[in-house]
Nanobody
Framework: QVQLVESEGGLVQAGGSLRLSCAAS????????MGWFRQAPGKERELVAT???????NYAESVKGRFTISRDNAKNTVYLQMNSLEPEDTAVYVC???????????WGQGTQVTVSS
């Protein structure tokens, strides 16, 4: 089965940048979509960005223009470039993989991103 390994997050000053990566290992047959979610204390998990197998992307309104999601299919890896970070971006960021054929989803362990002011 698929396992997702996320890079470490970190502590960043407001206005700074951070890049996250998520690598999938194990069977990755067929088409799959990947994305990032985040969850802050006391709040529900929310979608940050997704990228489909064909390369199309979607972003939460709160991160449009600041975050960029990309993927390297040869490496089975998805990236999230975060620029102009704000304290409101502080959360645990979780990688997601969704198999198109079955709709089955896999999740990473999550990585903490903290933005200080």
């Amino acid at each position: 089965q698929v396992q997702l390994v996320e890079s470490e997050g970190g502590l960043v000053q407001a206005g700074g940048s951070l890049r996250l990566s998520c690598a999938a290992s194990g069977p990755t047959f067929g088409s799959y979509n990947m994305g990032w979610f985040r969850q802050a204390p006391g709040k529900e998990r929310e979608l940050v960005a997704t990228i489909r197998s064909g390369g199309s992307t979607n972003y939460a309104e709160s991160v449009k223009g600041r975050f960029t999601i990309s993927r390297d299919n040869a490496k089975n890896t998805v990236y999230l470039q975060m620029n102009s970070l704000e304290p409101e971006d502080t959360a645990v960021y979780v990688c997601n993989l969704r198999v198109v054929y079955s709709g089955y989803e896999y999740w990473g362990q999550g990585t903490q991103v903290t933005v200080s002011s």
